[in-house]
């Protein structure tokens, strides 16, 4: 029903921008989009997420005031700038896309990992930052 293709990423110094794309394939309704992100023995988080039908956009506090999340929804995709980066922002990033209104739950319910939802995952794209 969805297909995600992701793009970006890379290895960034500390302080380096990055910007990630994600295009979605799909002919059904998307209601929400996000980025999450998994670091190496953590769990995957929620970094932020817009809702497509009011453009309401939620950061997680690590990446207030550093990311931006932004949609072009004549190109059905996603975008994330990554500015200041730290370190810490090193992680496999994933896309995730609320396809149908999927689960019921708002597009910022970043519980279980996301799965709540978020019912179609990009392939991940790794982020590295070196101090």
């Known amino acids: 029903q969805a297909e995600i293709t992701q793009s970006g990423g890379g290895s960034v110094q500390a302080g380096g921008s990055l910007r990630l794309s994600c295009s979605v394939s799909?002919?059904?309704?998307?209601?929400?989009m996000a980025w999450f992100r998994q670091a190496p023995g953590k769990e995957r988080e929620g970094v932020a997420a817009v809702d497509t039908r009011s453009a309401e956009t939620y950061y997680a506090d690590s990446v207030r005031g550093r990311f931006t999340v932004s949609q072009d929804n004549a190109k059905n995709t996603l975008y994330l700038q990554m500015n200041d980066l730290k370190s810490e922002d090193t992680a496999l990033y994933y896309c995730?896309?609320?396809?149908?209104?999927?689960?019921?739950?708002?597009?910022?319910?970043?519980?279980?990992?996301?799965?709540?939802?978020?019912?179609?995952w990009g392939q991940g794209t790794q982020v590295t930052v070196s101090s």
């Open positions: 995730a896309a609320n396809i149908a209104g999927y689960g019921g739950s708002s597009c910022f319910d970043f519980r279980n990992a996301g799965m709540r939802s978020y019912n179609y």
């Open positions: 799909t002919t059904a309704s998307r209601y929400c």
